[in-house]
């Protein structure tokens, strides 16, 4: 098992940055792919980005794509998402999840998910 959990949320500026955090305990961190989605109200769960046990593989989302940046620290079993030139449009609870298979957009196939942190952007 694998225990998550989220920081960095608030609320900013459009335009502004935030960085989150996400601390794992549990089992060898560096073997799990670590992902983070978002949930706006009203909307279905969406991929952000995610990053392969090692940090050498990542994906993100089209409409992150040279905003956000995933990375993860092993030795603190910590992954961060930097989220620059933050949009209205970006508004939504955060999560951080993490698989034992591959690096995949589908949701679904995270078993390990955290709390949620809110992030709201203000235009």
């Known amino acids: 098992q694998v225990q998550l959990v989220e920081s960095g949320g608030g609320l900013v500026q459009a335009g502004g940055s935030l960085r989150l955090s996400c601390a794992a305990s549990?089992?060898?961190?560096?073997?799990?792919?670590m992902g983070w989605f978002r949930q706006a109200p009203g909307k279905e769960r969406e991929f952000v980005t995610a990053?392969?046990?090692?940090?050498?593989?990542?994906v993100y989302a089209d409409s992150v794509k040279g905003r956000f940046t995933i990375s993860r620290d092993n030795d603190k079993n910590t992954v961060y998402l930097q989220m620059n030139s933050l949009k209205p449009e970006d508004t939504a609870v955060y999560y951080c999840a993490g698989n034992p298979y591959t690096v995949v957009q589908n949701p679904r196939l995270y078993i390990y998910w955290g709390q949620g942190t809110q992030v709201t952007v203000s235009s």
């Open positions: 990053i392969s046990g090692s940090g050498s593989t990542t």
């Open positions: 549990g089992r060898t961190f560096s073997s799990v792919v």
